[in-house]
């Protein structure tokens, strides 16, 4: 099975580097990288130039920006069996793609597989949802985040195999491109199962200690593809609505009250700022739409 990589970049280069070196040494060699380079200044050209020579890449330049739209610009040229979204600032262990091919080879109505993200650390969960515990999961207790994901395109719905280009970094509203995607296809009947087996590394970056912006925004994203399926009347959705609008926000800041951790606290108070604030703008520019 042949595996396309779909990486968009922007405004990365050392740490894209990284990820390059981890996939030189991948135990599963059967890939093909396709980067979509949203750079206007040849940052990394060099760097393109230098592994091309090593490995499989097709190295993209557009005149646009979004991880969302990138993505799906990169789906249509995929020539693999498995597609994934690695980002630009993650790294693979070595047996990451070979785990991933091991996993659908055995798992014959598997359509979708997530692995574990991991803080550069073999035992320490980073950003997205992860468990000690492998399993199949269903949209009532989503696992992962998008780089995390990996889509075996014979087996999952193809009409609904898309992202929209409204989420993500560089769109309307940062984050939640990837929940919005998996939610939509589990919804469509596709069968996920998640390991922490597969350990792609990522810098845990939802952490109060890095300051309160980062939280703001991709809660936002998260309130706005919640409202996104309320508006088609999606009755599972009312859960996401109790748990990430009302209850995980609470709990957190009343434990950071009793606490007195005072970061934490202004930290879950801008999580349920976030997705609130993103809800309501997704119903607005709805019924604008529907208004026109």
């Known amino acids: 099975m042949k595996i396309s990589l779909i990486l968009a970049t922007l405004g990365r280069d050392v740490e894209l580097l990284d990820f390059l070196k981890s996939l030189i040494f991948q135990t599963y060699q059967n890939y093909e990288l396709i980067v979509i ?43 693999g069996d498995i597609v994934a979204f690695p980002d630009d600032d993650c790294v693979y262990d070595k047996n990451v793609l070979r785990k991933v091919v091991s996993e659908f080879n055995r798992r014959k109505t598997l359509a979708i597989l997530v692995a574990g993200s991991y803080d550069f650390s073999p035992t320490r969960f980073s950003v997205g949802v992860n468990s000690r515990r492998a399993g199949y999961f269903s949209r009532l207790n989503m696992m992962g985040v998008e780089f995390t994901q990996f889509f075996a395109l014979d087996r999952v719905d193809r009409q609904q195999f ?6 993500g970094i560089g ?6 491109e990837g929940f919005e995607l998996l939610y939509r296809l589990l ?38 593809y919640i409202r996104k399926f309320v508006n088609q009347h999606d009755l599972f959705i009312g859960y996401y609505i109790l748990r990430k609008m009302l209850l995980a926000p609470a709990l957190k800041m009343a434990l950071a009250l009793l606490t007195l951790n005072f970061g934490k606290l202004l930290y879950a108070y801008c999580n349920l700022v976030g997705v609130w604030r993103g809800f309501f703008a997704y119903g607005r520019e709805a019924k604008l739409t529907v208004g026109n």
């Open 187 to 224: 919804r469509a009947g596709n069968r996920a199962f998640y390991t922490p087996r597969i350990k792609i590394y990522h810098a845990n970056k939802d952490h109060y200690s890095l300051g309160t912006a980062r939280m703001l925004r991709y809660s936002t994203g998260v309130g706005a």
């Open 171 to 176: 769109a309307k509203y940062d984050g939640a």
């Open 162 to 167: 898309y992202l929209d280009h409204d989420f």
């Open 37 to 79: 380079d949203q750079n206007q200044d040849g940052k990394i050209d060099h760097i393109m130039q230098r592994f091309g020579q090593c490995m499989d890449i097709k190295h993209l330049k557009v005149g646009f920006t979004g991880n969302a739209r990138a993505r799906d610009y990169g789906i249509a040229l995929a020539q």
